[in-house]
């Protein structure tokens, strides 16, 4: 097993991909261990899922046999190949729970998918980011739509093209990374501690609200929905919780 899930003391799900000999390189056998072990996350009653991986790389390459097999077959094959990838971008991209990247070294190619898809994603210092793909004559195809999503059309346009390597700093200006630190342990665990700190009910539905919300025109069905959501989450146990608390002045009983 090249990836592996791990419940934390503080009720988190972390994913961790370790092929650090191959870069962490996605394979068929890799892309299916990660579908497994998300939706495995996914039906757990957890705060959070982290994604992470061994070594000094994020993602550095695709695996060499398997671009070669990927060569070798035809269409119908590719097609199917394809859509396991793609599956693994939505089951991640449509995750209940909070999402967590955290990315060190070279993060080239698929890789940016599955920083794009997930929630929240944080960077060392010293990372680097690559759209690839056209240098082999490919293109970004089954991730554009969450990368797109993620930095902007107008960026897409450029990076897409050019498969230049950008620095820490320029994913964060492009929206792909939320924070760039030098100690990339440390800024997750503080941010995870924000996370649970929060009413675990309330952040499943904020991300609801979100996927719910973006895109769409501010009309009277969307002033309607977010006005019963309010309402709803109110009256619940925990929002009625996390009242009851901040007029008493102390912690509410998530914060344990």
């Given amino acids: 097993m090249s990836v592996t899930l791990q ?13 650090p000999e191959k870069r962490n390189a996605f ?14 996350a996914n039906s757990l009653n957890v705060r959070a899922l982290v994604l992470k991986t061994e070594g ?21 094959e590719n097609l199917a190949d394809s ?11 449509s995750s209940p729970l909070p999402t967590v990247c955290a990315v060190q070294g070279a993060a080239f190619g698929g890789a940016l998918g599955l920083i794009a898809c997930c929630d929240i994603a944080i960077c060392q210092d010293n990372a680097q980011f690559c759209l690839s793909e056209v240098k082999l004559g490919l293109i970004p195809a089954v991730i554009s739509p969450y990368v797109i999503r993620a930095i902007g059309e ?10 230049e390597i950008f620095d820490a700093h320029t994913a964060k200006q492009l929206g792909l990374i939320h924070q ?4 990339l ?21 904020a991300k609801q609200l979100i996927n719910d919300v973006a895109g769409h025109d501010i009309n009277e069905q969307i002033i309607n929905l977010t006005a019963e959501r309010i309402a709803k989450i109110r009256v619940s146990e925990e929002g009625q919780e996390g009242l009851s608390a901040f007029f008493e002045k102390r912690p509410p009983n998530w914060q344990k």
């Fill in 7 to 19: 419940i934390t003391k503080s009720n988190v799900a972390v994913l961790v991909l370790s092929r």
């Fill in 27 to 40: 394979n068929e056998q890799v892309i299916q261990e990660l579908i497994q072990c998300i939706e495995h």
């Fill in 56 to 76: 000094e790389h994020f993602s550095a390459r695709a695996d060499l046999n398997w671009m070669k097999s990927m060569a070798n077959n035809d269409f119908s």
């Fill in 83 to 93: 859509k396991q990838l793609a599956k693994l971008m939505h089951v991640l991209a």
């Fill in 154 to 163: 107008r960026a897409a346009r450029r990076y897409f093209l050019t498969a």
């Fill in 180 to 183: 760039v630190t030098g100690k």
């Fill in 185 to 205: 342990e440390c800024a997750l665990d503080q941010l995870l501690e924000t996370l649970i700190n929060n009413g675990p009910v309330a952040v499943r539905a």
